[in-house]
């Protein structure tokens, strides 16, 4: 079935840095890669997406390319801020056989603090 | 505003007692969701319905039951049958089912176990 693996966290990291979370994937069809964040005590709210594979997703400074040939979707941004300290999960939506419900397969999520 | 609206934000269960999640939308979306999230994981499917009177089982149904007679709301019931229900629970709605299409969260419901 589809699965999706995400990095080992927490993440903790000073304001300004790099940031990469990695995502890989298993999937049978032609899947749909998101990224969504939640911060405390929230619902989740969509943070970028990527539909087909070279695609770029970009929003608020974040980044993330469909690549098909390593079944990645890594996050990436340039320089944290505090107020990007969340959870950040990766998901796939699928269509195998023709057929799909939309089901949302996530990774188990990583959590990043950004310090001042 | 369009939204998702999820009532109460805290829920407490007693032994034995079934008790119901509300799930409310009006970005006049056909299909909606029920995730659960529990600590340290990613979200798992409860439930989900594509269209109005319509409803399929997820991945982890068991103890966990739904009605869509409006296509507005899709209230979610944790029956006394599902023996581990603490947990955030997480609705969300879509315009539709296909290849990539965005799903929309409700801020979640913090059921506990009394």
């Known amino acids: 079935g589809d699965s999706v693996t995400q990095m080992e966290g927490p993440v903790t990291l000073s304001e300004e840095a790099f940031l990469t979370i990695n995502c890989t994937y298993t999937?049978?069809?032609?899947?749909?890669l998101f990224w969504y964040v939640q911060y405390p005590g929230e619902g989740l709210q969509l943070l970028l997406k990527?539909?087909?594979?070279?695609d770029k997703g970009s929003n608020k400074g974040f980044e993330a390319t469909y690549r098909k040939e390593t079944t990645s979707f890594h996050l990436e941004k340039g320089s944290v801020q505090v107020s990007d300290s969340a959870v950040y999960f990766c998901?796939?939506?699928?269509?195998?056989?023709?057929?799909?419900?939309?089901?949302?397969?996530f990774g188990q999520g990583t959590i990043l603090t950004v310090h001042p | 505003d369009g939204g998702i609206t999820q009532s109460p934000k805290y829920l407490f269960r007693k032994e034995g007692q079934n008790v119901t999640l509300s799930c409310e939308q009006n970005?006049?979306?056909?299909?909606m969701y029920w995730y659960r999230q529990d600590p340290g994981q990613g979200l798992r499917l409860i439930y989900y319905?594509?269209?109005?009177?319509?409803?399929q089982k997820g991945d982890i149904a068991e103890g966990y039951s739904v009605s869509r007679e409006k296509k507005e709301s899709f209230p979610l019931t944790v029956t006394s049958a599902q023996k581990n229900p603490t947990a955030f629970y997480l609705c969300?709605?879509?315009?539709?089912?296909?290849?990539?299409?965005?799903?929309?969260f409700g801020p979640g419901t913090r059921l506990l176990v009394l």
């Open positions: 969300a709605s879509s315009i539709g089912t296909g290849a990539g299409e965005t799903q929309y």
């Open positions: 319905s594509q269209i109005v009177n319509d409803f």
């Open positions: 970005l006049n979306h056909d299909a």
């Open positions: 998901a796939l939506t699928d269509i195998a056989g023709g057929t799909s419900y939309g089901k949302l397969t």
């Open positions: 999937a049978t069809g032609y899947p749909s």
């Open positions: 990527a539909t087909k594979a070279d």
